[in-house]
């Protein structure tokens, strides 16, 4: 493959005048300016030459003529100059420089027998080959990019999406806030209007027929309407009970707390509310039910179907019965029986007698000892605590 002396000289890392020095020594000396071409065999020659260190002074390189590009055109002066490009005046012709022909300091025969430079195949396939390589290789990088692009634009979308929820929350933020703060005007301006007219104090009944209820039936409904509706906890901070101690005792009465799920089976007039497991009155209905299953199960093993239970408070006695196995016959008094007569029939009538929450007299307890008959003490008035004394003293028994 033909290459210029110049580009050879930069293969090399030498001059043009290096170059044409090592052709002279090879007794090549038809090349002589940078600017010509050395066929392949030349250019091996010249690189075997080099490598061996032989090379002959360096020629002396004319420096290149500057480039007439940018000197301005003349135009010809005269009309037929214009027409016939190449026409000289006569009266110029005399005057008019003749163009030299170029010398070829080779005779005709070299140039003849000069081999005719043809490109060489492998080097032409290798240079395709890494075109083709470099080529893959940016494909690949394209479409690495463009995954890179696809991966960019759906974060983009996602930040975008995240944005426009952020700015929603913000929205809702701002609105709750301003009717809240609205709300705070709205009481602040009812508190300085009761300043004004001066504070009244008044019942939850009268409010409610000022707002235009009339009847206990409309004043429980409408108390239920609002906490269903979540509202009634706005009314709260407003009531005030006029006697603390009454008051308590009404809800103690009133109000179950269970630490679970609500059992169905509660009194009527009695209210459950579902609280932590470690403020409950009554544990969950499931683990109740557990509980009081456990002690009838206990009480037939034992062969002990009929049974007196002496005390406890009434609200525990229909969860009690619930609880227990049918098979079992429970039995409810509120007073502990007299000694003689009334005991002695006991005796013959019962299987056991569970005295809850009351003192058992002293006659008593010696008219029950000595016989059959079970007799269970439990402390308090919860049903939880009845159920495991009952259970500890049937399994000890």
């Not at 110029?92 to 003749?98: D, E, G, H, L």
């Not at 609280?275 to 009838?296: C, N």
Request: hydrophobic content about 40%; glycine content about 8%; some cysteine.
């Amino acid at each position: 493959m033909a290459t210029r002396v110049r580009k050879l000289a930069r293969e090399l890392h030498g001059t043009a005048g290096d170059v044409l020095g090592v052709l002279r020594d090879l007794g090549l000396e038809r090349y002589r300016s940078p600017e010509d071409m050395l066929p392949a065999a030349a250019v091996d020659k010249v690189r075997g030459a080099w490598r061996k260190a032989k090379r002959g002074p360096p020629v002396a390189v004319a420096a290149p003529t500057p480039s007439r590009r940018g000197r301005p055109r003349q135009v010809p002066d005269d009309l037929m100059s214009q027409l016939v490009p190449g026409v000289v005046p006569v009266a110029r012709q005399k005057s008019a420089p003749v163009p030299a022909r170029r010398r070829v300091d080779a005779s005709l025969e070299e140039i003849a027998d000069q081999p005719e430079t043809i490109p060489d195949r492998a080097a032409v396939e290798a240079d395709r080959a890494a075109l083709e390589t470099d080529r893959a290789v940016l494909e690949t990088d394209r479409a690495a990019l463009e995954t890179d692009r696809a991966a960019l634009e759906t974060d983009r979308a996602a930040l975008e999406d995240a944005r426009s929820l952020l700015e929603q929350q913000l929205a809702d933020v701002e609105t709750r806030s301003e009717a809240l703060e609205e709300r705070r005007s709205a009481i602040l301006e009812a508190e300085e209007r009761a300043k004004v007219a001066g504070f009244q104090s008044a019942s939850l009944t009268e409010v409610l027929e000022d707002r235009g209820l009339r009847g206990v039936d409309e004043f429980e409904r409408s108390l239920g309407a609002l906490a269903q509706a979540w509202r009634l906890r706005e009314l709260l901070p407003f009531l005030v009970t006029q006697n603390r101690v009454a008051m308590l005792e009404a809800l103690r009465e009133s109000l179950v707390l269970v630490g679970g799920d609500v059992p169905e089976a509660l009194p009527r007039g009695r209210a459950g509310v579902q609280v932590a497991p470690d403020r409950g009155e009554l544990p969950g209905w499931e683990s109740l039910r557990r509980d009081m299953g456990r002690v009838g199960e206990l009480l037939l093993l034992n062969g002990l179907r009929r049974v007196v239970v002496v005390g406890g408070h009434p609200t525990w006695q229909r969860l009690l019965r619930e609880g227990v196995d049918d098979r079992v016959d429970l039995r409810f008094q509120q007073a502990a029986p007299r000694a003689g007569e009334e005991a002695e029939s006991d005796l013959g009538r019962i299987d056991a007698v569970v005295f809850w929450g009351v003192e058992v007299p002293e006659e008593l307890e010696s008219a029950y000892a000595g016989s059959r008959l079970l007799v269970v003490k439990v402390g308090g008035d919860d049903l939880p605590g009845l159920a495991r004394v009952v259970c500890a003293a049937l399994e000890e028994d």
